[in-house]
């Protein structure tokens, strides 16, 4: 047997880190300790808030049935908005997804233009984007839908992308070899495999547009927020209680069904 | 050939331009003069000075330990990779000099089959088959076995026969044995109708049998098709038996090129020895 020194040194337990790693553990340190600090964190304003609480609570049950037809038709519409707004962006994630792709882009400066382009789409929340299209288009469920599609394709076209770029290069590259186009490339082999990751990518979308939908309504884009606005305006808690409990049962009924369908189809 | 009449007609929906490359003197279909190749960020040559021609109708076996540029070689010679220097010629075209379409069009009258199949795992074999054809034709029809017209489905499962895969038509790809894929990839590259077929170490993924049975009937239908056949492997019995000629690299260079009559296999055996660790 070898004994112990002529086997090559102990490796180290924790990786050694450089001057500059050692300097972005610190800097992540320092932002996340700033940040509380700046936030106004108060455990005392906190507890002195908890009657207002119950107050509100108490307020709010039991829950008015009065305005249940009218509830339920905003409910509809608002679902009617997710579902429309999340299949135009998956429409529309497409076709971005091939062209800022790493593997598909038919040209970097191309690649460079459609990222950007995502990248807005993600970053500018869903109510600057019903905003923008109330007043573009005015109020209601269209310019909510628009919101929706914008805010599913930022969402979409990013993942889809990344599932494309991790694909197994393999299938494309044997297509390639037999002299299929790039478009062919595209459809026939790279799509079915990153299909099962993009009907994933899509019911998460789904249900982020349908938790969204709701608050839309708060600037005039239609579905229930407009009711729930309305209630609120009117101190009318009875019926505010009612809207978050239908909000939720439609939020969880979508989550539930997104959850089987990844299952049944993948 | 059964399938060479059945698809007379649907060659006229080659590729136009397919038709614009210019068509090779009949003798030499690929011809190699001083390839190299340098990976980025590599200190040396994967492949150093490589010259070599192959006839019609040659069958040649291409040796060497891993990492001796043989897959590199293969993939230079189809410009799936850009050579760092010298000139490949595919039926008289140099292929580092060929635009986007006209390198798709002389693609499409080489196949090529690879150590993993790189079959599309989530796509019917039938589907599988009829890709063959993409290079031929650009009808999006092509993509799919459910859009596909008829005599395309018709060639796929006569490809498929030919294999022994036509009772596997509708299953999908990923379900199939290592030996069952490879069949698949072989029908694709028949339903390709290509005049040159280059083989990646085909039977390399496969147990002794299958890789056996995969070789035997590759040869086979490479022979019956008229095609030239140049295949990389690790398997000396292989090159003796379905090769009638044998270029051997080490670390990137051509070692022996001779007929495989005027191999002495016995001494081969040292271009599978590592220098010492």
Redesign the interface.
Same mark, same amino acid.
């Given at each position: 047997m070898k004994d112990r020194a002529s086997y090559p040194a102990d490796p180290p337990r924790l990786p050694h880190k450089s001057v500059f790693g050692f300097a972005g553990y610190l800097a992540a340190a320092a932002l996340i300790i700033w940040s509380l600090t700046n936030s106004e964190l108060s455990l005392t304003k906190l507890l002195q808030g908890l009657p207002e609480i119950g107050r509100l609570l108490s307020e709010m049950f039991p829950p008015a049935l009065e305005r249940m037809p009218s509830i339920g038709t905003t409910l509809l519409e608002t679902f009617q908005m997710a579902v429309a707004g999340t299949f135009l962006g998956v429409v529309l994630s497409l076709p971005l997804a091939v062209l800022s792709a790493r593997n598909t882009a038919p040209h970097w400066t191309i690649k460079a233009v459609t990222r950007a382009i995502v990248t807005a789409c993600r970053t500018v929340p869903e109510l600057i984007w019903a905003i923008i299209f109330v007043i573009a288009v005015g109020l209601g469920p269209f310019a909510g839908v628009l919101a929706l599609m914008v805010d599913t394709t930022g969402f979409c076209a990013r993942f889809f992308a990344e599932a494309m770029e991790e694909a197994d290069d393999?299938?494309p590259?044997?297509?390639?070899?037999?002299?299929?186009?790039p478009t062919?490339t595209v459809?026939?082999?790279i799509l079915?495999?990153t299909?099962?990751s993009m009907i994933a990518t899509s019911l998460f979308a789904f249900e982020k547009a349908t938790r969204a939908s709701v608050v839309l309504g708060l600037v005039g884009a239609g579905g229930i927020g407009v009711e729930l606005m309305a209630a609120i305006d009117m101190y009318d808690y009875r019926n505010v209680s009612t809207i978050i409990l239908c909000v939720f049962v439609m939020v969880l009924a979508v989550e539930n069904l997104s959850s089987l369908l990844r299952r049944k189809i993948l | 050939m059964a399938s060479e009449t059945a698809t007379a007609p649907l060659r006229g929906n080659a590729?136009p331009e397919?038709a614009s490359i210019r068509q090779a003197p009949a003798s030499t279909e690929l011809a190699v003069t001083g390839l190299s190749k340098r990976y980025d960020g590599e200190p040396q040559n994967v492949l150093r000075d490589i010259s070599f021609r192959i006839g019609t109708g040659e069958r040649v076996a291409l040796l060497g330990a891993n990492g001796s540029g043989k897959s590199t070689l293969l993939r230079c010679c189809?410009r799936?990779m850009e050579p760092s220097s010298g000139d490949v010629r595919l039926f008289g075209n140099d292929v580092r000099q060929l635009g986007r379409s006209a390198l798709?069009?002389?693609?499409?009258? +080489?196949?090529?089959v #690879?150590q993993?199949?790189?079959?599309?795992?989530?796509?019917s074999v039938l +589907?599988n088959v009829i890709?063959?054809a993409?290079?031929?034709s650009?009808h999006?029809g092509?993509? #799919?076995q459910a859009t596909a017209a008829q005599p395309w489905r018709d060639e796929a499962v006569r490809c498929l026969q030919e294999v022994g895969m036509a009772d596997y038509t509708g299953q999908r790809a990923d379900r199939l044995s290592g030996g069952q894929s490879q069949r698949v990839?072989i029908a694709? +590259?028949l339903m390709?109708h290509?005049q040159l077929v280059f083989a990646d170490e085909p039977a390399a993924s496969l147990d002794p049998a299958a890789g056996e049975e995969v070789m035997a009937l590759f040869s086979r239908l490479i022979a019956g098709h008229g095609m030239t056949l140049v295949f990389s492997s690790h398997d000396l019995d292989h090159a003796r038996r379905y090769a009638d000629r044998v270029i051997a690299l080490r670390a990137g260079e051509v070692v022996i090129d001779r007929p495989t009559a005027a191999v002495d296999f016995s001494q081969l055996a040292g271009l599978y020895q590592r220098e010492a660790v």
């Open positions: 393999g299938p590259e044997a297509l390639r070899s037999l002299g299929a186009g062919a459809a026939t082999a079915p495999a299909l099962p | 590729a397919a189809m799936l798709r069009g002389l693609r499409s009258r +080489t196949g090529v #690879f993993r199949h790189n079959l599309v795992g989530r796509l +589907t890709h063959g993409l290079g031929r650009r999006p092509t993509w #799919f990839a694709r +590259t390709q290509p």
